[in-house]
Every structure is written in structure tokens, then in C-alpha cells.
């Protein structure tokens, strides 16, 4: 290759890097992060080096500066937003335009004058259909949204539209930077060390079940997400070092950004909001009911402390009389007093508080998570109680999930719930109380005293979720909205 066309090429990468920090100082880290490799292809990019086509760079550098320049902050979005690593089983194609309309809505709200293309216009038109139908444009979102909402000719030509780098490098790191668990990349932590009883601070919710996708898009993915060559071992531990080194420089453009917001004012919110649910922990939310189960005794085999040595010599020396049988008595952790309280202010609808009811059911219904006999209390209230439905049995709680009637829509108070629950107790309704959820969107009047039971806070989050305040003693759980309703639709298909 061309040396005197390589420093050409070097010179139009600083000058593109020079340009973007003079606008936006929080991404000079990220912005001067890549490795450039000359190479045959147009321009990609796998979060370390970035391949680029010297002639194209050139003509496109020549011809129409700004595409390049927004081209390039398109690029490193995509790695301060990890796209490259939260590839997953899903539809290539609809990933990768997910990933692009949610990295182009960001530079379309920078406004930026070094950002305007031929076709800008075009794109914001179709940026604001989508904000009309989803409320903050992450990849995930945007992904959910195209896999229901539009058909082949849309997606191409929407691709077409919003396309500047070739995504195909992200799918040869897929199986190293992703486990199947992961829904389109969003971490698990199954381990809720935190400091303080609120162990759960800042935390959201993942699905639980790898194939959440229809079978469509399995199918589909199952081809497209292989990996394009075989890695050496040198280059798994570069991956896995960048994954860390972006992670970093996310978290610190987030914290520059909150910093800086009164500068950047409007321009950066998607961006802000965006990062802050990145970056935020999350743990599995079967992992969160969990914390809620008692141990006790069930009635059911227990084959961890069966002896089979005494079992099978006995029917050796007998015939068919063993030894020893088996354990009929095992303890485990399982739910035996509950309480699920409903936040039934008017901004929380029907169709919600079903989902989520429909979700944890779908948790709790397996066998070894209930003891034979349970006592569960689905609360709905708003500033006061409205409803109290008790549950014994897992044919009770499908039943009032599929004819769910909410009660209330009024204002949003938590402390009449807790007040209920402690006459409950009195009452002796409860023998173990093991906890309380209360399922909510928004901040209510908190009890002052902290009760005898562990308590959680689930916070529905529409995209505009401001960070919730709780008290000290209770756990804060954070459930995207357009998560628990895929997962109804997962349950009706």
C-alpha cells in the first residue's frame, strides 16, 4: 500500500478528531481510541482497529467532508455504546439498523453544523416517526420495535438510509464477549454484593429466558451471528481488554456529560439518559425473587442426600428390598408468605400490571419455588388500599392474572400498603412473612419506620425514569417497560 496515501489518510483521521472534540470535549477519549488499518473494504470497525478503504477515504474526505465527520462519531458511538459486543442471537439485519438509528438520533440532537449531510433531512423525518412510537431510542428499544412494527421493503430501506460502516466484525466476537442468558448483550450479576441493605441499588432487569426471540428470528440468526474466523488466543484477551476499556470510558463520558449538562442543555439528553441505563447494574430479576424465599422443609425426594451404596446393596442381598429409601423431605428455599403490591395511580395501566404479574408468575411457578402450602397477597392500591386478592394455590394466581380488574387510578401514596400488611400480621394472616414487592413508576410518600419484613421497591422505567429515591432499608429494582410487555408477548405467542 501507498505509504504517501496512508499519511494522507492519518492526517484526514486527526483532522476528523480535532474537529469533533472542538464541539463535544467528553469524547476526546473515546474519539482518539482506534487503531487504523488500511484495507480493502469501505470503512468498519470491531472496537479496536479501524478498517478503512484509503481511496474511499480520500474521495469521501474530498467530496463531502461533513458525511465523514458525522460518519466517524457514528463509529465511536457505536463503541461507547458497545453495540460491537451486544450482538447476541438476534436478526443481524435488524440489529445492526437498530444500532445505527440509535447512534444517528444522538448526532441528530447535537446539532451540530460539521454533521449536516444531503440526506439529514430525511432522517430526522424518520427519527420523529419513531419518537412518536417509542420514548427513548436505545438499540434494544428501536430492535423490539422494528422485529413487530415493519416489513422487509421498510427495514431495507431504512438501512439504506441510516448505513455508514459495515457491522460484520462485530459477529466474529459475538461468542466470546456474550453468554446465551444475555438478552442482546445486557449483563447479568447473579452475585448482589453491594455494600448497605440496599443491595440492589440502581439495578434493572434482564430476561431470564435465552429464547425470548420467536422462532423467526432464531431461525434467521442462527446463520447470520456465526463466527467469521477463528480467533487466537492473543486476540480473545485484546477483546476482552477492549470491552473493559470501553466500559470505562462510557461511565466516564456519563459522569462528564452529568457534569457538563447545563452546557449541552437539550442536545445531549438522549445520550445522558442512554448511558445511564447502560451503565447502570443489573441483576436477573430470578435472582432478585430469590431473595425473598424462606428455607424450610418440603415434602419431595431429596436425591442430594440419598445414599445409593446402602440403596443398591440392598436390593442386591434382598431382591427387591433396599437398604435405605429415599429421603422423602428436602429444604430448600422456596415462598411461603408474600405480599405484591400494585401501584394503581393513573399512569400505570392495565396492560402493565398484568405483564408484570405475568412475569413473576411465570418464576414462581415452578415447583421448588412454593412450598406445598403458600400465602401470597396481591395488593392494589393507590393513596389507599383498593384491593386485596389473597392466592393458595398456582391455578388461583393464573386465574386473576388472565382476569386482572384494576381498582383505583388514583394518586400515589405507599403508605396505606404497609399499614394493611402490619394489620394483616397482626391478625395473624401470615405466619412467615417473607417480603414485599411494590410494583410502581414513580416516587410516593415512604413509610418513616422500617417494617419487620425485607422490602423492594420495582420501579417501572418508560425511558424517562427519573433516579428514584428510597429509603435506606428497602431494595430498589429497576423494570423496563418495553421488556415485561415483550415478554407477555412472548407468553401469548
Known amino acids: 500500500m501507498d505509504n504517501e496515501l496512508i499519511d494522507i489518510c492519518n492526517e484526514i483521521f486527526k483532522n476528523l478528531i480535532s474537529q469533533i472534540t472542538m464541539h463535544l470535549r467528553f469524547m476526546d477519549i473515546a474519539l482518539a481510541k482506534y487503531i487504523f488499518v488500511p484495507n480493502s473494504t469501505s470503512i468498519e470497525c470491531d472496537g479496536i482497529y479501524l478498517y478503512y478503504d484509503p481511496i474511499y477515504l480520500i474521495k469521501t474526505f474530498k467530496n463531502n467532508p461533513n458525511s465523514l465527520t458525522r460518519g466517524y462519531l457514528h463509529i465511536v458511538l457505536h463503541s461507547v455504546f458497545r453495540h460491537q459486543y451486544l450482538t447476541f442471537n438476534c436478526n443481524r439485519q435488524l440489529w445492526n439498523l437498530a444500532c445505527d438509528i440509535a447512534v444517528e438520533n444522538m448526532i441528530i440532537e447535537l446539532n451540530l453544523d460539521c454533521m449536516e449531510i444531503a440526506n439529514s433531512e430525511e432522517m430526522n423525518k424518520e427519527i420523529d416517526k419513531l419518537k412518536s412510537k417509542i420514548n427513548l431510542l436505545t438499540a434494544q428499544k428501536v430492535y423490539h420495535y422494528l422485529q413487530d412494527e415493519l416489513n422487509s421493503d421498510q427495514i431495507k430501506w431504512l438501512s439504506d438510509l441510516f448505513y455508514f460502516d459495515d457491522h460484520s466484525r462485530w459477529y466474529s466476537i459475538r461468542d466470546i464477549t456474550n453468554s446465551s442468558t444475555n438478552l442482546y448483550g ?10 448497605g441493605r440496599n443491595r440492589f441499588d440502581n439495578a434493572s432487569h434482564e430476561s431470564d429466558d435465552p429464547d425470548d426471540e ?33 466500559k470505562e470510558i462510557s461511565e466516564k463520558i456519563e459522569t462528564d456529560l452529568e457534569t457538563f449538562s447545563k452546557e449541552y442543555g437539550e442536545q445531549a439528553s438522549s445520550m445522558v439518559q442512554s448511558l445511564a441505563r447502560l451503565n447502570r447494574e443489573k441483576y436477573n430479576y430470578t435472582t432478585f425473587l430469590r431473595k425473598f424465599m424462606t428455607t424450610g422443609e418440603k415434602q419431595m425426594i431429596n ?126 394472616e401470615f405466619t412467615d412473612l417473607e417480603g414485599l414487592i411494590y410494583f410502581t413508576d414513580g416516587d410516593g410518600n415512604y413509610p418513616k419506620k422500617q417494617p419487620d419484613y425485607l422490602t423492594a421497591f420495582v420501579f417501572l422505567d418508560k425511558g424517562n425514569l427519573v433516579d428514584a429515591k428510597v429509603p435506606s432499608w428497602a431494595i430498589k429494582y429497576i423494570l423496563d417497560e418495553d421488556e415485561i410487555i415483550n415478554e407477555q408477548m412472548v407468553e401469548e405467542k
Open 186 to 195: 445486557e449483563e447479568s450479576k447473579d452475585d448482589p454484593t453491594k455494600s
Open 303 to 428: 436425591d442430594e442426600e440419598f445414599d445409593y451404596v446402602f440403596y443398591t446393596y440392598g436390593l442386591q442381598l434382598y431382591k427387591n428390598m433396599p437398604l435405605i429409601e429415599s429421603l422423602e423431605y428436602k429444604e430448600t428455599k422456596s415462598i411461603r408468605d408474600f405480599v405484591i403490591a400494585i401501584d394503581t395511580s393513573g399512569s400505570v395501566s392495565g396492560e402493565i400490571v398484568q405483564s408484570f404479574l405475568q412475569k413473576t408468575y411465570n418464576i414462581f411457578q415452578q415447583r421448588e419455588n412454593f412450598f406445598n402450602k403458600f400465602n401470597i397477597h396481591i395488593i392494589q392500591c393507590d393513596a389507599q388500599i383498593q384491593h386485596d386478592q389473597k392466592i393458595t394455590s398456582l391455578s388461583d394466581f393464573d386465574h386473576y392474572i388472565q382476569n386482572i380488574e384494576i381498582h383505583g387510578l388514583g394518586g400515589t401514596d405507599f403508605r396505606p400498603v404497609f399499614n394493611y400488611v402490619d394489620e394483616l400480621i397482626m391478625k395473624k
Open 214 to 246: 420467536s422462532k423467526q428470528d432464531r431461525e434467521e440468526s442462527d446463520d447470520q451471528n456465526k463466527p467469521n474466523d477463528e480467533l487466537s488466543d492473543q486476540e480473545i484477551i485484546k477483546i476482552k481488554d477492549s470491552m473493559k476499556e470501553w
